[in-house]
């Protein structure tokens, strides 16, 4: 007698923060625009600040991704009229920064590099967005550069002639002796695992079982200890004004 057998397939969903985090820092905004929060059609907002009104910021991490800046605004009840703009920064390149963020990632951080050209949006934030934005950033800290330092090419606007750019409070993720610089959260996971205490601490062969216990708050701390303490963190190099 054959006897036909019921299996059950069991389907487990990423939740979408894990997602989110694993796609870390998101598509950067690819050409100028007026965040306005209807999707890539955005139009400028009537009664928004002029340009000389506003404070220009350069982001080269999630904040130059359009989803990231409209949550952060909505959240904090601003107004979401921001004049977005690519950019090159020259003398600048992007690492990791030597924390892991409240999403269970490793975000990115500045860090001087006299060849280097980083891709970012230069945003141009009124005062209330601004200081939105400042709240969202508890692991940085917003410095003034000089154009003539680091020099901006922006695409369909003019370059500020100073700038703000947010910098990592712990420093930069060192590896090898030198900045880590910004991958893939996975990729990012791979390298980790050449650390053993790491390995003995999380599941690195999982990306995302890693950031489930990346989101966990006493593991943010253990590890910022760690990266600083193992000397896995080193100064960011960038000259700038507070």
């Known amino acids: 007698m054959i006897v036909a057998m019921r299996t059950s397939t069991r389907t487990t969903t990423t939740p979408p923060g894990v997602v989110r985090a694993l796609a870390y820092p998101g598509r950067l905004i690819q050409r100028p625009e007026i965040l306005g929060g209807h999707g890539d059609d955005d139009t400028a907002p009537d009664g928004g600040a002029p340009l ?10 999630s904040n130059a991704n359009r989803t990231t800046l409209r949550r952060k605004l909505i959240s904090a009840g601003v107004r979401l009229d921001v004049p977005l703009f690519p950019v090159l920064v020259g003398g600048v390149a992007v690492a990791h920064s030597a924390h892991v963020s409240l999403g269970g990632y490793v975000a990115a951080a500045p860090v001087a590099d006299p060849r280097g050209v980083a891709r970012g949006v230069l945003a141009w934030f009124d005062a209330s967005q601004v200081r939105a934005l400042d709240a969202s950033e508890p692991n940085y800290v917003r410095g003034l550069a000089d154009a003539d330092r680091y020099p901006l090419t922006v695409v369909g606007g003019l370059a500020a002639p100073r700038f703000w750019i947010y910098r990592s409070v712990p420093g930069v993720l060192t590896l090898d002796g030198r900045p880590a610089r910004l991958r893939s959260q996975a990729a990012l996971h791979a390298t980790l695992r050449l650390d053993a205490a790491l390995r003995a601490r999380l599941p690195l062969h999982d990306a995302v079982a890693t950031v489930m216990a990346l989101r966990r708050r006493h593991t943010q701390a253990w590890l910022r200890r760690h990266w600083a303490d193992s000397g896995q963190s080193s100064a960011d190099g ?4 507070t």
Do not use: E, H, K, M
């Open 238 to 241: 960038l000259t700038l004004a």
């Open 52 to 61: 000389a009104d506003r404070v220009p910021v350069v982001a080269i991490g």
